[in-house]
């Protein structure tokens, strides 16, 4: 028993070191649930047999921030504790460096799965998944708030990475195989028809501020490749040299344009009858853009130029919140002045996401499970702990437990029932408070399959215990 807590500790340990991510991802250990396998293709339904219907058989949607809550930006006002106030100095002090906003959604179109020779399984599913993220850095906020009356010598407004967002729909067939009684292999194809991108290879801008002169200096280089608009800029500065033409007529067409490849491969191993060990790297894959491919730069990269700014803040506008706004924008416009070009293609590589699962059954229907999910997005690595605990029966899985994230507490649920030709799943996660004003985000998923033959796999796991007992006897 000793060692079941080494490896809980070890994972432990793993994980906190750069932890970030914000996901819940308790649905891998839920084999009554067919979408399981998503995280590791080898991890086999205990459905013999089941079909997903276009979006009510799989949904997730996923919010958070790299660590701001609405608490911060609007509280109790200290003077008037019955009222609120909008926080802006509060706010600006409790941001980091480089901030985030990451969105995601995903769904299946269509899907069904099988077992055959009891040992292999066999699956189909298309399934459509968007991803956005939207960077900003602290000297951008405080100069939307202070304009350019600013007590330092210089602020990064962007720093490196501005957006990263792919939207695609992916036809996939996936195939896993028991080889013994310990060891399953599986791996996923991923054929990938890119709905739209947007991919940051560079966005430095930074603002000098010498006694009444203001310079700035930019560099920003963004990809974006749609299947639905063509859009060309020649300046910012003039909204008549920014046109956009409507293609969803050819939409379809031009998803096919973005064609990519993928792949998901895992393996399940039990150390022994109650014990499993996994791992999985999913996502494996890139797309090559080529519909309405875009190149926009900057017109004069790491050109020093003169910015006018406004010289106000923004607790001295009043009212005059769009003119101040207004006026902050059209000199950000002429200061970094940006062009697009056409591109005949450009490839993005997936967000790859790495798994290691560990599952112990420790007493009847009672199980520990642990799950590390490493995951590389937008040039940053991020890594995530889920520790949790489990109930499992013939027809009924619960789980509840915590991700250990950039702040201790995100706490996760996850029931999911399989039975009279139905398997019917909901969980979520709350990240770093219970309290809704606190939360930096959630993330929720459910759906509902056609279920056929559930499989029970705590009599197969006590039948296979006592075969091992009398193989040692007879030993």
């Known amino acids: 028993m000793k060692k079941n807590y080494i490896i809980i500790v070890i994972l432990f340990f793993i994980g906190v070191q750069t932890i970030k991510a914000q ?56 003077q008037y504790p019955d009222s609120l106030r909008l926080d802006i100095d509060g706010f600006s002090k409790k941001l980091n460096d480089n901030n985030y906003f990451d969105v995601s959604f995903n769904t299946d ?32 906020f405080d100069l939307m708030v202070y304009g350019t009356d600013y007590p330092q010598h210089s602020i990064q407004v962007f720093d490196g990475k501005l957006m990263d967002a792919t939207g695609y729909i ?11 009684s310990n060891l399953t292999v599986g791996a996923r ?8 991108n947007v991919h940051t290879n560079n966005s430095d801008v930074t603002m000098h501020f010498n006694d009444d002169n203001i310079t700035a200096t930019s560099d920003i280089d963004i990809r974006t490749s749609n299947a639905f608009m063509e859009t060309k800029i020649n300046s910012v500065t003039d909204e008549d040299s920014i046109t956009t033409s409507d293609d969803m007529s050819n939409m379809v067409s031009n998803m096919l344009k973005n064609k990519g490849l993928g792949i998901d491969v895992g393996a399940t191993y039990k150390i022994r009858p109650d014990m499993e060990i996994s ?114 029966l013939k ?30 799943y909901l969980g979520a996660t709350i990240n770093s408070s219970l309290n809704v004003a606190s939360m930096n985000g959630f993330s929720m998923y459910g759906g ?17 215990q006592i075969i091992n007992i009398e193989t040692n006897i007879e030993q």
């Open 170 to 180: 992916a036809p996939t067939i996936a195939y896993s195989r028991v080889i013994d």
């Open 279 to 392: 791992a999985s790297i999913v996502d494996l894959g890139f797309i090559k853009w080529k519909s309405h491919a875009q190149n926009i730069k900057s017109k004069h990269p790491g050109r020093e130029v003169n910015f006018s700014g406004v010289n106000t803040n923004y607790d001295s506008i009043s009212n005059d919140v769009d003119d101040y706004l207004d006026d902050m924008t059209d000199s950000i416009k002429h200061s970094f002045d940006l062009e697009s070009k056409d591109m005949n293609s450009y490839t993005t590589l997936m967000p790859t996401k790495i798994y290691l699962g560990y599952s112990w059954n420790f007493s009847g229907v009672n199980y520990l499970q642990a799950l590390y999910k490493g995951r590389f997005i937008g040039g940053t690595y991020e890594n995530s702990l889920m520790v949790a605990y489990a109930c499992k």
């Open 109 to 140: 179109i269509l899907g069904f799965g099988f077992r055959f020779k009891e040992k292999n399984y066999l699956s189909f599913s298309i399934m459509m998944n968007v991803d956005a993220r939207l960077n900003f850095s602290k000297g951008l």
């Open 23 to 78: 996901r819940n991802d308790a649905l891998y250990f839920a084999t009554n649930t067919p979408q399981s396998s998503f995280y590791n293709p080898a991890k086999q339904s205990d459905l013999n047999m089941y079909i997903s219907l276009p979006i009510i058989s799989n949904f997730g949607v996923d919010f958070h921030t790299s660590g701001f809550c609405w608490k911060d930006i609007v509280n109790k006002n200290p």
């Open 395 to 424: 027809y009924f899985y619960a789980s509840i437990g915590n991700t250990i994230a950039s702040k201790f507490f995100n706490p996760n649920f996850m029931v999911s029932f399989s039975g009279f030709g139905i398997n019917l």
């Open 448 to 464: 509902f399959n056609i279920a056929l033959g559930n499989r029970d796999n705590n009599k197969k796991d006590t039948e296979r």
């Open 189 to 196: 194809l991923k054929f990938y028809n890119g709905i739209y």
